[in-house]
């Protein structure tokens, strides 16, 4: 089955300063990679995510990047601000089941 | 609200008891998903469903565990005999779509404590 790895496991940035989290995934046959943030005691919420037919999707401040060859995503937040800091999950999807697939989460602190 | 709910919300039980949630997807959902996720881990599938078609389960998803669609809107998952290991915050996820990218939007969580 896929298997999804973060790194790394915590992240702590100044204000202002951008943020790079990676992911790897194993199953080359994944096709969707969503990117959720989780504050504490709160839902997962979708911040971005990529298809695996475009290599670079932005939003604002978000960027997700995919390599399909090395079989890694990266997501890129630029100008943090505090209320970045939260819990971000990197997933992948493979198949027809909708299966997702998640990391275990990186914690981002931004230091105002 | 329209977004994806749960009830409830916080769960508390004694061993061996057996516990029902309940999840509401966002209006016209067709698939409805369960995970589980426990403190520090990421959200892990257990079981989906296309309408009221349960498509897939987990190899977690023991045999005390069974998941219900009745009528392809509002989902239970009942877990019966609970166990200490049972612990954690259980999350419903809805999407519509007919492929296999579909975005998936998840719900507030039922958090079980079982003592």
Redesign the interface.
Known sequence: GEN?EQHPSTLSVQEGDSAVIKCTYSDSAS??F?W?KQELG?????II?I?SNVGEKKDQRIAVTLNKTAKHFSLHITETQPEDSAVY?C?A?S???????????ITLSVRP | DTGVSQDPRHKITKRGQNVTFRCDPISEHNRLYWYRQTLGQGPEFLTYFQNEAQLEKSRLLSDRFSAERPKGSFSTLEIQRTEQGDSAMYLCASSWGQGAWDTQYFGPGTRLTVL
């Open positions: 999804v096709n969707y969503p959720y709160k839902r997962p919420q979708l995510d298809r999950f997933a999807l198949g027809a089941n909708s299966k997702l697939t998640f990391g275990k989460g």
